[in-house]
Each structure stands twice: as structure tokens, then as C-alpha cells.
């Protein structure tokens, strides 16, 4: 399972598989800075080639392996089967893409140490992008290579909103860290897309580009500026794209529930006030009360009444 | 029963009535004040993009709208001992609206420092303060429910404002969105309409050392012994309360558990996904937490309310702060995502336990009085340890690249505070018995003395009387 070559490789273990049929799939890179990244090429071959490899151990499971292509490349897959029961002498392998066997693609794998290797180089242009599988007539087990250009972060379904004479900037983000030859920012018109051209309209737009993200910033936003952005990442091979779709409001929009709640407020606080005046004549000594001036006399007065009936209770007592 | 400082008010609270729609008032100004500065967060991408700066430098918008929510307690006491609860809140309310706006129409990050840090933090000050404050002129008999039943306006309006927040974002973007708030948030003026002040004659009574009117008069004014700054100082806030025990028991207390308070809260939903649960059951786990919290307030304030407790509250008190620490002492011992339900359940139940409790055992230990002065001083001696608690914890976070090691330390914080508050509570409680039948004693001394007194006075009289007649006679 271990290539010479290799210092490093990864093993992971996918909580599909049963514990009586455990899959272990080892992809072994020739360059070992990890997966998805360039691959120097095969010492043992072609120096135009790289390689990828995946080994099946066992039956039954499905192993799928996405890798990034940014160039147009040949590119060797190479499956490797262990633990095959009854280890017969030889076993039929065949490649298929997006499902599809791939004619002529079927060939005899002979045993070798316990290990039944199929390997097919491909040449990989924009169209030869697809999904790539490894399979066996005698065996349930297959190996599925994604090859794709690298996806961009899904950005919100959501609009981004913003406002007249306002600024917004939109982003566009690579999923992993690659970096495109260069990004291009277009603005979509019903069917057509047009070409952001800075040099062109520079008060109004600005890009920003940061290896595997960038940001489109618009200026002096108008009505007219809402609609799709569409950020496409050009690789050699193929480019990928997203977009982002913005509106812009005026700022009426948001005034209209602004003033409708403070009108709500006034209203409220009108009604509990007015509550607290209609209510305040039934209850002169005791709590309510709002102005200072008013409620300080009405105590003054409960206390001097308090005092004048002591006043009098005394003076009646002295009395004879 | 020794609770000698709550009849102080030198009236009989109405303890209902009108008491209820204060309630309300408070339970939206509280509601506010903790909710609004931590349903800010969703507006921060969207901000950090605008202006182009850094995740730390959107995040002090928070912070400093936090710290002077807190560090304007002082500011907000003094307002309300001079002007009472009504004008403070109301003014608050116009603060934090007109800040909003304001920000809403800002161009630089500073606008926003400026306007939601500040001028919004002192507005929320103004709310947070005088609704706690009016709670317990209204209240005496049920001050713990209706405590509990303000403070539940905490987890409510978070629970409301979060979604809330993400609707106006989708639709209005930032901008609009700060406008909408500043519309929402003058409904603190509404609230503060609702605290009607509450008049009573002062029952003069020569052992009655409270102070007098409760909103209109100066506090101090006619008792303050000491000359010069003090004297000045003293009008305006209570510094007095420093030499109060349980003051400063109950600030101590609070100081080491408020290390360990808010972090747990902060760091749930991060640990979740460290665990390698999703981000929607991540957070559910916190929609499950301030639901139990919502409930909990309330219901804690219910069972402080009997009279099997209510005597006793700082020991209920303590021992919610004690069992809030064991729960995140517990918590990386639970397994997966069911161990954290249950944790998220604890803890709710703790949190609220503890909030409900916080500003009743404060009010319990001053009285109603000279509340509104302490309120003010222990929030802002509180700020340090709220503010440092969640950077100091992610820091635990960072070094020891586990989350366990800074749920044992905030547990062990806030066992400690607990164990401090109980014993301290203990001692306090004997000291004020024998405070309380010392005072009795003096009482019935000086009344038979009185008597005394009262009788040589009389005798004299008749002697005086006898005498006159035996001369004209």
C-alpha cells in the first residue's frame, strides 16, 4: 500500500462501512503537501503526468475523491484492490465517466503480492471534466475521481441591499486555497453578461484581488445597479463562476416603518399619559401624581392634616 | 426576621395595582438593555465589509456599548435619586433611538464607536438602572416575582431581536435596518411612561433613618453628618454604601462569579461546533437555553417568594451561583449532543436562577432607598470582570486548544463566589439577629426611660398644681 516515494499519506476512515467490511482508503500523493494542491510528477513516469492514486480494500463500498484541475492536464488514475476474497489469479476492471463506461477502457488486472492495480491515464480538457470511476465486473467496490475546476463559496440566496449614493462591496470566495490566473467581474443584463471595466469606469467601480477571493466594490450606487454580479474565477482550463445579486433602495424604503413605529410610540405614551391625568383627581393623597409642585403640596397638606388632627385630639384633652 | 433594611421607605408599597404595568415597563427597558448590544452581532460582516477593517475592530462596537451600559450606572444612579425613574428612562429611550439613527447614517467605523458605543450605551444605562430601581418602590411582599418577571425581559427580547435582526438585515441591509431599530427602541420611552412615580408622605418617626420623598427631594440632604466633598459627593450618590457589609459582600460575591458568568454563554455555540455538531444544532442548543431561561425567571422569582425562602435569600442566592458553577463544571464530562442538551437545560435553569436573583438580593440587603446608589456602584465595579471574563476565557481557549480547561476555570470561579456569598451570608444574617435584638433592647430602654421621665414630669405637675391651690386656698 505504501509507495516509496511518499512521506506522508492520509488515511480515512468513513463511517459508512461495518465493522466486518472495513474500507480503508489511503490516497497517496506523489508530492506530499496534502491533497488538491500541484502535483509534481511521477518520478517512475512520464514527467507531463500526474498521478492519483486510491486504494479499495475489501468489497462493497463506494469511495469518492474530489480533485481540483486548474490546468489541462494528463492525469494517471490508478486503483488499487486488496483483500479481495478467494484472491483469484486475475479480475476485469473497467473505467466508466459520468456513468458511462468508457469504451475500450476494459482490461485484465492480473494479481500482484495480493494487490489487483488498474490504472488508465486520461487527458483532461475543459469537456473531459466529469466523474471519473473505477470498477470491477467480480467486484462490488468502485473508486469515483471527481475532477472539476475548483468550486467558489456559496454565497447568500439572499440579495445584499443597499442605498442610493451608497457604496457595497460583494465578495467572491474559493471554497479551498487555489489561485485563479485572475478574476473577472460581470454584470448580467437579461441573457447577456457585460465585463466590469475599471479602467474604464473608475469612479464607479474597484476590484480587489486576493489570491483566491476577491471583492467588487460599487460606488455611487443607482437604481439601475441592482440586478445579478456574476465573478468568474479564469483558470486555464476552464473558468468557474458565481454571482451575487444586489438591490439597491431608496431611503424612503426604510423610513416608511421608521415613522410608522414612532408614531406608534407617540401614540402610546400620549394614551398612558392621559390615563394618568384622567385618574389623578380620584386619588389626591396617595400615589399618583406627576408634577412635583402639585404633589409636594398634597403631602404637605396630608401631613399638616395629620398633624392638625393631633392638634385638636390634644387640645381636647387638655380641655377639661 | 431580620430584614431591617426594607422598611426603610417610610411608606407601604402598593405591592400590585399599578405596580404590574411597571413591571411591564421594566421588563421591556431590561429586555432591551441586555439584548440589544448582543443582537448586534448579525450586522457585523455585513459592516466589517463596508468599511474594510478587521474582525476585532467591528467587535468593539459591542464591547464598548457593553462597558458603558455598565460603567453609566453611576451617572444613571445620581439622575434617578434627583429625578426619579420616569424622566431617566425616557430620556435613555430618546438616547439609544436617536444613537441608532444617527449610525444609521454614519461614514466612518468612528460614527459607529461613537454613536452605538457610547451615546447607545449611556441611553441603555438610563433604562437598565431606574427600572430596577422603581421595581422595588412598587414592591415589598412580591418584589421577588415581580424581579424575576422584569428580568425575564432578558432572554425574551434576545430570543425576539435575533430573528427580528436577520429580517430587517435581509430586507433593508445595515443602513436601514439601525434606522428601523432606532424607531424600535424609542419604545423605552413608552416604557418609561409607564413608571409612574410614586408619592408617599413621609410618617415622621424619630427612629426612621431613611430618607425622606422618594423622587423629588435630595438624598442625604438632611442627614449627611460628614462636611465638605463627602457631603457633596453623598448628595448625588451614595458612597456609604462602601462601608455597608452587605454591600460589600454582595459586590465581592458577584465579582468573582461575574468572572465566569457570560463566558459559558458566549463560548456554548463554539464548543458545540468544536464537538463537530452542525451549526443549526448548534444553535438550538441556545434557542434551548434562553427558552429554560425564560421560564426559569419567573419561576425563581415564585419560589424566593415563599415564605419558606424569602427570609433567607442569600442563601438561595449562593446556592444558584454554586449550582450555575457545577453545571459548568460538569459540562465537557457529558457526552455528544445529547450531554449538551441536558448541560444547555442546566444551565439555562442556573442562569436563570442566578439573573432573577441578582439586582432582588441586592435590593434585599440595602433596601429600597439606597438601592438606586448601589445598583449604580456595583455595576461599574462589575464592569472589569464582565468584560474581561470572555476575552480571558477565549484566551484559556487559545493556549490550551480545548474547551475544558476554560469551563473548569469559569465553574471554579463561580463555585467560589457562591461558597464566599453563603458563608458571608451566614455570618451577615447573625451579625444583623444581634444588631436586630440590640436595637430592641435600646428601644424598650430608651421607652422606659421615657416613661420614667414622663412620670417625674407629671409628678411635678401635680405637686406645682397642689401647691397652687393649697396657696390660693
Redesign the interface.
Known amino acids: 500500500m505504501l509507495h516509496p516515494s511518499c512521506t506522508q499519506h492520509r488515511t480515512g476512515q468513513r463511517p459508512l462501512f461495518s465493522m466486518a467490511n472495513v474500507i480503508q482508503l489511503t490516497l497517496l500523493l506523489i508530492c506530499c503537501d496534502g491533497m488538491n494542491t500541484e502535483t509534481s510528477p511521477s518520478p517512475q513516469s512520464d514527467p507531463g503526468i500526474t498521478t492519483q492514486k486510491a486504494v479499495s480494500k475489501g468489497q462493497n463500498q463506494v469511495i469518492i475523491e474530489e480533485l481540483a484541475i486548474l490546468t489541462p492536464q494528463k492525469i494517471e488514475l490508478l486503483c488499487n484492490l486488496i483483500d479481495i476474497p478467494n484472491n483469484p489469479p486475475n479480475i476485469t476492471g473497467y473505467w466508466t465517466k459520468d456513468g458511462q463506461e468508457i469504451e475500450n477502457s476494459e482490461e485484465s488486472v492480473n494479481r500482484n503480492n495480493e494487490q489487483y492495480i488498474l490504472k488508465r491515464t486520461f487527458s483532461i480538457e475543459a469537456r473531459d471534466l466529469g466523474n471519473y470511476s473505477c470498477n470491477f465486473r467480480e467486484n462490488e467496490a468502485q473508486v469515483t475521481f471527481v475532477l472539476d475546476v475548483p468550486a467558489i463559496k456559496d454565497t447568500r440566496n439572499?440579495p445584499?441591499?443597499?442605498?442610493i449614493g451608497?457604496?457595497?462591496?460583494l465578495?467572491c470566495k474559493l471554497k479551498l486555497k487555489h489561485t485563479p490566473n485572475t478574476w473577472n467581474w460581470y454584470k448580467a443584463n437579461d441573457t447577456e453578461k457585460v465585463l466590469i471595466n475599471v479602467t474604464a469606469n473608475p469612479q464607479n467601480y474597484k476590484i480587489v484581488i486576493n489570491g483566491s477571493d476577491t471583492?467588487l466594490t460599487v460606488l455611487n450606487l443607482t437604481e439601475e445597479d441592482s440586478g445579478k454580479y456574476i465573478c468568474s474565477a479564469e483558470f486555464d482550463i476552464k473558468p468557474r463562476e458565481s454571482y451575487v445579486k444586489l438591490k439597491v433602495?431608496s431611503y424612503t424604503?426604510?423610513?416608511k416603518?421608521?415613522?410608522?413605529?414612532?408614531v406608534e410610540?407617540i401614540v402610546?405614551?400620549t394614551l398612558?399619559?392621559l390615563w394618568?391625568k384622567c385618574n389623578k383627581p380620584q386619588q389626591d393623597n396617595?400615589?399618583?401624581?406627576?408634577n412635583?409642585v402639585c404633589?409636594?403640596q398634597?403631602?404637605k397638606l396630608?401631613?399638616d392634616e395629620n398633624n392638625g388632627v393631633n392638634n385638636t385630639a390634644r387640645q381636647r384633652k387638655l380641655q377639661p | 426576621m431580620p430584614r431591617p433594611a426594607s422598611t426603610n421607605l417610610g411608606y407601604t408599597p402598593p405591592d400590585g395595582g399599578w405596580g404590574w404595568a411597571v413591571v411591564f415597563g421594566s421588563f421591556i427597558s431590561i429586555g432591551f438593555s441586555y439584548a440589544f448590544p448582543k443582537s448586534l452581532t448579525i450586522y457585523f460582516k455585513e459592516i466589517q465589509e463596508y468599511f474594510s477593517i478587521s474582525y476585532s475592530e467591528i467587535a468593539w462596537v459591542s464591547s464598548i456599548m457593553l462597558a458603558t451600559m455598565y460603567a453609566g450606572g453611576p451617572v444613571s444612579s445620581v439622575l434617578v435619586n434627583r429625578y426619579g425613574s420616569r424622566p431617566v428612562v425616557i430620556v435613555g429611550g430618546l438616547m439609544v433611538g436617536v444613537a441608532m439613527v444617527t449610525a444609521s447614517f454614519g461614514t466612518t467605523i468612528v460614527h459607529l464607536y461613537l454613536c452605538v458605543g457610547v451615546i447607545g450605551g449611556f441611553g441603555l444605562a438610563f433604562n437598565l438602572q431606574p427600572s430596577l430601581t422603581i421595581i422595588g418602590k412598587y414592591f415589598l411582599v412580591k418584589r421577588p416575582i415581580a424581579n424575576g418577571l422584569a428580568m425575564a425581559g432578558s432572554p425574551v427580547f434576545l430570543s425576539t431581536l435575533a430573528p427580528l435582526n436577520q429580517f430587517l438585515f435581509d430586507h433593508f441591509g445595515w443602513r436601514g435596518s439601525f434606522l428601523i431599530l432606532g424607531g424600535v427602541l424609542f419604545n423605552c420611552c413608552m416604557a418609561g411612561s409607564l413608571m409612574r412615580p410614586i408619592k408617599m408622605r413621609k410618617t415622621t418617626d424619630e427612629n426612621d433613618t431613611g430618607k425622606l420623598d422618594v423622587t423629588s427631594q435630595r438624598a442625604g440632604e438632611d442627614e449627611s453628618k460628614q462636611s465638605g466633598c463627602a457631603t457633596k459627593v453623598n448628595q448625588f450618590i451614595d458612597v456609604s454604601l462602601f462601608k455597608h457589609r452587605g454591600f460589600l459582600i454582595y459586590l465581592v460575591g458577584n465579582v468573582l462569579m461575574f468572572f465566569g458568568f457570560f463566558a459559558p454563554v458566549v463560548f456554548l455555540a463554539p464548543y458545540a461546533k468544536h464537538q463537530g455538531i452542525d451549526e443549526y444544532s448548534a444553535a438550538f442548543l441556545l434557542s434551548i437555553f434562553a427558552l429554560v431561561d425564560m421560564f426559569a425567571r419567573p419561576g425563581t422569582g415564585l419560589v424566593a417568594n415563599t415564605r419558606w425562602i424569602r427570609p433567607k435569600i442569600q442563601y438561595f442566592f449562593s446556592l444558584s451561583v454554586i449550582f450555575n458553577g457545577l453545571c459548568h463544571i460538569m459540562c465537557p464530562l457529558l457526552p455528544g449532543y445529547s450531554g449538551l442538551v441536558v448541560y444547555a437545560v442546566f444551565f439555562g435553569l442556573a442562569f436563570g436562577m442566578v439573573c432573577a436573583l441578582l439586582f432582588e438580593v441586592l435590593m434585599d440587603l440595602v433596601g429600597a432607598q439606597r438601592f438606586s446608589s448601589a445598583v449604580g456602584l456595583a455595576t461599574i465595579i462589575e464592569c472589569g470582570p464582565v468584560l474581561l471574563g470572555p476575552p480571558i476565557s477565549g484566551l484559556l481557549v487559545d493556549i490550551f486548544l480545548d474547551y475544558k480547561y476554560m469551563y473548569f476555570a469559569c465553574g471554579v470561579m463561580m463555585v467560589l463566589g457562591g461558597i464566599f456569598l453563603y458563608i458571608m451570608n451566614y455570618y451577615n444574617y447573625r451579625w444583623l439577629e444581634k444588631e436586630g435584638k440590640q436595637r430592641k433592647v435600646e428601644e424598650l430602654e430608651i421607652g422606659s426611660a421615657k416613661e420614667l421621665a414622663a412620670n417625674e414630669e407629671n409628678k411635678d405637675n401635680e405637686e406645682e398644681i397642689r401647691r397652687n391651690t393649697q396657696e390660693e386656698g
Request: glycine share 6%; aromatic share 6%.
Open positions: 439572499k445584499v441591499v443597499s442605498y451608497d457604496s457595497v462591496v465578495e471583492k433602495l424604503e426604510p423610513l416603518p421608521f415613522i410608522a413605529i414612532v410610540v402610546l405614551v398612558i399619559l394618568e396617595s400615589s399618583a401624581g406627576e412635583d404633589s409636594e398634597t403631602s396630608a401631613g
